[in-house]
């Protein structure tokens, strides 16, 4: 059965009242009234069920949103809602742009846009952001993104663990500039417009997935000190991994196949004017595999030609290379 909840809005204004560790919303399931509560002081959890929001959800600094796990809860976009479901605190708000929230975490929850709702999950300048166990799907934009503050220091220490974002009507994942030290380690995007941007440097990436979006699947731009590790980029509808600037950066088990316009770009135009690492250097590529294989892997697969674009004036070294065509 979907349980209903009332509208809940946490924001600073209600912190206190958070803090107290009250009900902060009641819901009904088969007769019985089930309590949506902070279990302890910073931890505002929501128990099995679905519950209907046409407001976003926003987690103050140093809050964790917390579920009984992904399918098991489920924050989902009230008929017509076409905002955001889940934010920190001045996430929509321009004059914020130089604020840093420390210390958010969302695990063990799937947040579904309803297909009405723009985003997920909309973050803003999160040093020390955790995200775990979560899916988000369902959206008319990007499914889960996250904006580094602009002012003179880097976001810092996020850690995204078994997180999947799909049927999306924009980007799946999306990490912007400003942010640095981040660990990324079983991502999946399926069925987006568009797979994962990775838009920052010193990033640690131990298993990704970009399958059947209808444009990109992993864009890496402006970035440096990169480990991208385990890489499955397979079915897009444009290109299955784009770098258009990945600098003194490493990779290892890269898998590209069935991509329809190319496999493997190495870019070699900077993706922004004055971008220091708009233009790949410095970079070694160790266990590469692009090609095709006669195999239906979804609606935007295709028969890349060529597979592997290297441009002039990138600077990428490959060890271990093959192409499969079949």
């Known amino acids: 059965m979907i349980i ?54 926003v987690i103050p600094d140093g809050y964790s949103l917390k579920g009984a796990g992904t399918g098991q809860t489920i924050i989902k976009a009230a ?37 009405t ?12 952001l955790v995200l775990e166990n979560v899916e988000v799907k369902n959206t008319t934009d ?15 220490r996020q850690t995204w663990s078994n997180v999947t974002a799909h049927d999306c009507g924009g980007w799946g994942v999306y990490n912007g500039q400003g942010t640095r030290k981040v660990s990324y380690v079983n991502v999946k995007v399926i069925k987006c417009i568009n797979g994962m941007a990775l838009a920052h440097p010193e ?24 480990n991208l590790s385990d890489i499955r980029a397979m079915a897009n509808g444009q290109y299955g991994i784009h ?21 493997v770009w190495f870019d070699g135009n900077s993706s922004a004017p004055g971008f220091t690492n708009g233009t790949t250097r410095g970079t070694a590529i160790s266990g590469l595999v692009t090609g095709h294989i006669k195999y239906d892997l979804g609606t935007y697969q295709g ?9 002039s004036g990138v600077d990428v070294t490959f060890g271990n290379k093959r192409l499969i065509t079949q």
């Open 303 to 311: 028969t890349a030609s060529p597979s592997l674009v290297v441009d």
């Open 142 to 156: 990007t499914a889960i993104e996250h904006e580094g503050a602009t002012d003179a220091n880097y976001v810092q």
């Open 4 to 57: 209903r909840r009332m509208e809940t809005r946490l924001s600073q204004t209600v912190k206190s009242i958070v803090m107290a560790a009250s009900v902060v919303a009641l819901v009904v399931s088969a007769g019985a009234f089930v309590p949506v509560k902070v279990a302890k002081a910073d931890t505002i959890e929501y128990g099995k069920g679905t519950f209907e929001i046409s407001a976003p959800i």
């Open 243 to 263: 770098a258009q600037g990945m600098s003194y950066s490493v990779g290892t088990s890269w898998l590209a196949e069935n991509n329809t316009k190319t496999d």
């Open 79 to 115: 008929p017509g809602y076409t905002g955001v479901l889940v934010e920190t605190s001045g996430s929509t708000d321009p004059t914020n742009v130089t604020t840093h929230h420390a210390g958010v975490e969302v695990h063990d929850i799937t947040i579904d846009g309803n297909s």
């Open 117 to 128: 709702a723009s985003r997920g999950v909309y973050f803003f300048g999160a040093d020390d």
């Open 203 to 226: 990033a640690q990436v131990n298993g990704l997935q970009v399958v059947n979006n209808k444009y990109d699947g992993l864009w890496v731009r402006d970035s440096y000190s990169l």
